[in-house]
């Protein structure tokens, strides 16, 4: 796809901020044709020349009102939009939870089943979720959302093996911690929105299909090596009241 993102259409949801304005700014930068936004609500800034679609992942009309407009285009669908409760299993509030499978997995469902079939007509297209490492071990301090990232890893599985023989591509991007709304009070090594989204596009470019950028990298490997070492490092790693509940959109 090296020679060939200047000539592709990119749908950037959740780009009302953080990781995705940044995912937005470095597609345009990277040359493609046309790149667009979505989310509940415009971004502050926009880079010249992207457009703008209003769309909230929780729910299938709005996600297919959207995919009406521009899915038969769309070249890459990137799915930025996410939200983290914040919570240990000892303070849950199931509420919070069901908000974070609806965001996490089910809105990642949602987008899927509005945006697959245009690509499977055209034999062609590039779905990129963004999810997190922590979908491989659980950090107990928010634990629900871990368990929403899990589900949604284990979803994007599925849609590679669904979409493999029609030519439909699908990354999964797997960061540590990104410096976000949503570990504003975390004490671990950040990786900048910036850096993540450039990571993010020459994965694309390059067709990686599981993506561990920064510190992820390394925490991949101790995983490979011992992931219930890596499970209890996790549990012991951020102080009570270090996660923020935040939502991407």
């Known amino acids: 796809m090296s020679n060939q993102i200047q000539e592709k259409s990119v749908l950037v949801i959740g780009a009302s901020g953080g990781i995705g304005a940044e995912i937005v700014r470095a597609f345009v930068q990277a040359g493609a044709r046309e790149v667009i936004a979505a989310g509940r609500k415009p971004p502050r800034h926009l880079p010249e020349g992207v457009g703008f679609i209003e769309m909230d992942v929780v729910s299938p009309e709005s996600v297919r009102r959207a995919a009406a407009q521009v899915a038969d285009k769309v070249s890459i669908v990137v799915n930025s939009s996410g939200i983290n409760e914040g919570r240990r299993l000892s303070d849950i509030d199931l509420a919070g939870a069901r908000r974070e499978m609806e965001v996490n997995y089910f809105g990642l469902l949602n987008v899927y089943e509005a945006f697959a079939p245009a690509m499977r007509a055209r034999k062609e297209g590039t779905f990129v979720n963004l999810l997190s490492v922590l979908a491989h071990a659980n950090l107990p301090l928010m634990a629900t959302y871990c368990a929403s990232k899990a ?43 910036i850096e993540l989204a450039d990571e993010i596009v020459e994965g694309v470019i390059n067709g990686v299909e599981d993506l561990y950028p920064g510190t992820a990298a390394q925490l991949r490997i101790a995983l490979q090596k011992d992931w219930k070492a890596v499970e209890r490092s996790l549990a012991a790693r951020l102080p009570p009241g270090s996660c923020t509940h935040a939502r991407r959109d």
């Open 151 to 193: 589900a949604a890893l284990s979803l994007t599985q599925a849609m590679r093996a669904e979409l493999a023989g029609f030519g439909v591509r699908v990354c999964a991007i797997l960061p540590a911690v990104v410096d976000t709304a949503m570990s504003s009070a975390a004490s671990s090594p950040k990786m900048s929105p």
